[in-house]
């Protein structure tokens, strides 16, 4: 069994060691906010509204915070193998809590991760755990907006590992780093892959609203407001429907259809009045009182 070299360990465990601490104090001064794929910006948090995950340690919760969760399959037996993979974890939530508070301060937290990610691969190629490292990477990528390198990444991930089970995540990630990087008709296979393949999968219902982001992207509008009503349509209750209610009247909009904008700017006020949704909502509803609705 592979075991690591004791300065390199040593190094490790006192990187690891250094990291939980930094988030054991961060943690206190804001939520943890995992990359958000939404187009939108996420909306702020109430002030009425409680971080239940404060006061946890970052090492005992981490478990529940990063996706994909690491369930047992995936975790390293050997006591060395799970230290290093550890560590990379520490690294990796010390960069989300970076993200979440000082943006600007995360990118050092994000290249250890990635260094200790892909030495571990190096190191431990017959592990499971390397299939959640190397996902690992493509996500610190898309973290660092460094949107080619993340796409490549993911696809990477997809080409070595064609039947795992978080496919459907890589996929979407793939399309949505591939959106952003304007390589539209890769974005929009890899999005469609995850509607047709992986239907009930958790990642269908983001994928389902990023298809209808890239006929936003492309100028296509009445293709776009028709993917989002199929998204409205299909997921009801979705925590997404405000975004989505917003893309779908701008697309209405931009394909002269006043009236239909104005009834999904409506139905956000109706929904949740003190959302900042809402507000939004509002703000485009004044501009919108100036234009006559057609008869």
């Not at 050997?78 to 520490?90: K, L």
């Not at 990118?107 to 190191?123: D, G, K, M, V």
């Not at 539209?184 to 009930?200: G, H, M, N, S």
């Not at 219902?205 to 509008?221: D, H, I, N, P």
Request: with cysteine; glycine share 2%.
């Amino acid at each position: 069994m592979a075991h690591m070299d004791r300065k390199e360990l040593l190094v490790v465990l006192l990187l690891a060691i250094l990291v939980a601490l930094l988030a054991t104090v961060r943690i206190y001064h804001g939520p943890l906010a995992s990359y958000p794929l939404e187009r939108e910006a996420p909306p702020p948090r109430r002030p009425d509204s409680r971080d239940t995950t404060a006061g946890q340690s970052p090492a005992a919760d981490l478990a529940k915070r990063l996706p994909p969760f690491p369930i047992e399959r995936y975790t390293p037996r050997n006591p060395d193998t799970r230290t290093m993979f550890e560590a990379a974890e520490r690294v990796f939530l010390q960069a989300l809590i970076q993200v979440a508070t000082e943006p600007a301060s995360a990118s050092p937290f994000l290249e250890a991760a990635i260094s200790t990610y892909q030495n571990f691969r190096r190191q431990y190629p017959s592990e499971p755990a390397t299939e959640v490292a190397l996902l690992r990477v493509a996500q610190c990528y898309t973290v660092m907006k460094r949107f080619p390198e993340a796409a490549r990444a993911f696809d990477r991930f997809l080409e070595v590992y064609p039947r795992s089970e978080l496919s459907p995540m890589a996929l979407l990630w793939s399309g949505d780093n591939h959106l952003k990087d304007g390589e539209t008709e890769k974005a929009k296979a890899r999005l469609d892959e995850v509607i047709t393949q992986y239907p009930t999968s958790p990642f269908a219902e983001g994928a389902l609203l990023r298809v209808a982001q890239y006929y936003t992207v492309v100028k296509s509008f009445p293709e776009a407001a028709r993917a989002y009503d199929r998204f409205l349509e299909t997921y009801p209750k979705s925590e997404l429907r405000p975004v989505a209610l917003l893309g779908s009247s701008d697309s209405h909009l931009k394909k002269g259809d006043t009236a239909a904008a104005r009834a999904r700017l409506e139905e956000i006020i109706k929904q949740d009045p003190t959302s900042p949704f809402a507000e939004v909502a509002r703000q485009r509803l004044a501009q919108l009182k100036a234009v006559p609705s057609p008869k």
